[in-house]
Antibody
Framework: EVQLVQSGAEVKKPGESLRISCKGS????????IGWVRQMPGKGLELMGV????????KYSPPFQGQVTISADKSISTAYVQWSSLKASDTAMYYC???????????????WGQGTLVIVSS | SYELAQPPSVSVSQGQTASITCSGD??????VCWYQQKPGQSPVLIIY???KRPSGIPERFSGSNTGNTATLTISGTQSMDEADYYC??????????FGGGTKLTVL
């Protein structure tokens, strides 16, 4: 059974750093892209970026380039997103999801993690 | 940048058919998928490749995509279908765009 298990909720202060994680199991972790999706309170889904754990190739959506760092440790089947200096506007639920990538462009996220709530408040 | 537009809300009477649209420039040239998200839960894939249903998704969910508009249709809508629905299209292998989401209310 494919599972993506995310790390627990975090409460941080502005300016602090943070790394949250997403551990995959039940499939070959290095063979599928993993995406990170932000959902701000009461708002919609936003794709932050994707990473291919096999070679750590990473692509960022333009609004998130330079704002976060996505990484992966294939030895422990875990993907990460990290912030070096959090802002209050980073308060959101963050999801990881497995990307099915089809040659002819029919991509989709088939499995999602349970989400990690990040609250940034002074 | 590429944008997908969805109506913020759609209402439907129980047992009737609900249609949720997703509009984008030449969207019919791309593949669209749809996710359902209930309050406090992670999104769930309900349609991929415009009209295919993953295992376990009821047949009352169907999709189409032509021209500039993709449509998610829910036939015989049930109260359990009340949720937020998001479309998604991919500009490249790794660049995906979500629609703004539609809140479906079942009356």
């Amino acid at each position: 059974e494919v599972q993506l298990v995310q790390s627990g909720a975090e409460v941080k202060k502005p300016g602090e750093s943070l790394r949250i994680s997403c551990k995959g199991s039940g499939y070959i972790f290095t063979n599928s892209w993993i995406g990170w999706v932000r959902q701000m309170p009461g708002k919609g889904l936003e794709l932050m970026g994707v990473i291919y754990p096999g070679d750590s190739d990473t692509k960022y959506s333009p609004p998130f380039q330079g704002q976060v760092t996505i990484s992966a440790d294939k030895s422990i089947s875990t993907a990460y997103v990290q912030w070096s200096s959090l802002k209050a506007s980073d308060t959101a639920m963050y999801y990881c999801a497995r990307l099915v990538s089809i040659d002819y462009g029919a991509n989709y996220f088939d499995y999602w993690g349970q989400g990690t709530l990040v609250i940034v408040s002074s | 940048s590429y944008e997908l537009a969805q109506p913020p809300s759609v209402s439907v009477s129980q047992g009737q058919t609900a249609s949720i649209t997703c509009s984008g420039d030449k969207l019919g040239d791309r593949y669209v998928c749809w996710y359902q998200q209930k309050p406090g839960q992670s999104p769930v894939l309900i349609i991929y490749e415009d009209k295919k249903r993953p295992s376990g998704i009821p047949e009352r969910f169907s999709g189409s995509n032509t021209g500039n508009t993709a449509t998610l249709t829910i036939s015989g809508t049930q109260s359990m279908d009340e949720a937020d629905y998001y479309c998604q299209a991919w500009l490249s292998t790794t660049a995906g765009v979500f629609g703004g989401g539609t809140k479906l209310t079942v009356l």
